[in-house]
């Protein structure tokens, strides 16, 4: 049983009954309203902020793993490599005359091996030039916006 009294005070001030009947927003001065609207804007990018960083952080997560695997996946294709190159050189043996074979197939396996990663090098080089990595594109759009404005300007 509630034992506090309650007071009408509807009386109190003329038109009152009509104001409470109207939406909360109505009743509010717009200073207040403002405020609200700043304060919710706030809390909402504060919010989606944090969301984004807890999304970031999830997908760092699966990019540390998927870089582990890929990691552990390109040492152990490295191991089959090393056992495929031991292959050659010993196949490679059985071809040469029996004494130069265990020094000659070797440095034939390995010279042609060091070749061939010279030349994968170079060709990694040149796809990183900063000629190939300059977004040419996007530099030309850009100036063409440029060129857009100044006309429109004058």
């Known amino acids: 049983m509630d ?4 007071v009408d ?3 109190d001030r003329p ?6 009947k ?15 609207l700043f304060r919710e804007t706030s809390t909402l990018v504060h919010q989606e902020a944090e969301l984004a960083k807890a999304e970031i952080s999830e ?11 890929i990691a552990v996946g390109g040492a152990i294709i490295f191991a089959g490599f090393i056992i495929l190159l031991i292959a050659a050189s010993n196949g490679l043996a059985m071809m040469l005359p029996p004494e130069h074979a265990s020094w000659l197939a070797p440095l034939i396996v390995g010279l042609a091996v060091i070749v061939l990663g ?3 090098l170079a060709m990694g080089k040149h796809e990183l030039s900063s000629n190939n990595l300059k977004p040419s594109r996007t530099l ?3 100036q ?11």
């Open 3 to 6: 034992t506090t009294a309650r």
């Open 15 to 20: 038109g009152q009954a009509e104001r409470d």
């Open 22 to 36: 109207r939406p909360l927003g109505e009743n509010r001065s717009l200073i207040a309203l403002f405020s609200d």
């Open 118 to 120: 010279f030349v994968a």
């Open 59 to 69: 997908k760092v997560s699966e990019v540390g793993k998927g870089i582990a695997e």
């Open 9 to 11: 005070t509807s009386f």
């Open 144 to 154: 063409r916006d440029a060129d857009l404005v100044k006309e429109h300007a004058r």
């Open 140 to 142: 030309q759009s850009l």
